[in-house]
């Protein structure tokens, strides 16, 4: 059972708009919302945070949105670059457990047309 | 960035064959752990560990066993690969009390024939 998911396998948009990249989660101990980058060929690296008592974090062109209510977490990118064309993961941990492990998403590939 | 080295990057072995994968840490990290990267699925958690020695199973820990002998070094081991085990493997690490954030190595992508 995915208590992370991100629905959407791919998503294209063009240069200069903007990007939206979706994530719902099932788990309501997650308190702690991250979003990763990935190259092909490389590792995940962090991009943006948010804790379950905010609802917005921007940086930068970058911003992310959390629903609590709807269990669901949004990634606004604007205006999006072809250098932002990745997998994004969008990845939750929980409160109650002492590893600080991430639990993730399955990634949606996003390709920026010049 | 957080300097985590993982050995070998590439490996092709067959069925049945033992396999170590090593992760090298150097921020005096606490907290390591491998994860598997597969289509469709994302990451997921195989093993974790909180300290030196101390150790325990993520999600998909069956077929897989862990050591942590030194803060900086964590070992994957696949006693006897199969197939099944194909993936590309990621190992991370994490510091203090309240960082939420993993810094992962860049990957070891194994081949099980």
């Known amino acids: 059972d995915q208590q992370v998911k991100q629905n959407s396998p791919s998503l294209s948009v063009q240069e200069g708009r903007i990007s939206i990249l979706n994530c719902d989660y099932t788990?309501?101990?997650?308190?702690?919302f991250l979003w990763y980058k990935k190259y092909p060929a490389e590792g995940p690296t962090f991009l943006i945070s948010?804790?379950?008592?905010?609802d917005k974090n921007e940086d930068g062109r970058f911003t992310v949105f959390l629903n609590k209510s709807a269990k669901h977490l949004s990634l606004h990118i604007v205006p999006s670059q072809p250098g932002d064309s990745a997998v994004y993961f969008c990845?939750?941990?929980?409160?109650?457990?002492?590893?600080?492990?991430?639990?993730f998403g399955s990634g949606t590939r996003l390709q920026v047309q010049p | 960035d957080a300097g985590i080295t993982q050995s070998p990057r590439h490996k092709v072995t067959e069925t049945g064959t033992p396999v170590t994968l090593r992760c090298h840490q150097t921020?005096?990290?606490?907290?390591m752990y491998w994860y598997r990267q597969d289509p469709g699925h994302g990451l997921r958690l195989i093993h974790y560990?909180?300290?030196?020695?101390?150790?325990d199973k993520g999600e998909v820990s069956d077929g897989y066993s862990v050591s942590r002998s030194k803060t900086e070094d964590f070992l994957l081991t696949l006693e006897s690969a199969t197939s099944s085990q194909t993936s590309v493997y990621f190992c991370?690490?994490?510091?203090?009390?309240?960082?939420?954030?993993?810094?992962f190595g860049e990957g070891s992508r194994l081949t099980v024939l």
């Open positions: 921020e005096n990290h606490r907290y």
């Open positions: 788990n309501s101990m997650f308190d702690y």
């Open positions: 560990s909180y300290g030196v020695k101390d150790t």
């Open positions: 991370a690490s994490t510091g203090g009390p309240n960082t939420g954030e993993l810094f």
């Open positions: 990845a939750a941990r929980a409160w109650d457990t002492g590893r600080r492990a991430l639990t």
């Open positions: 948010i804790s379950s008592i905010k």
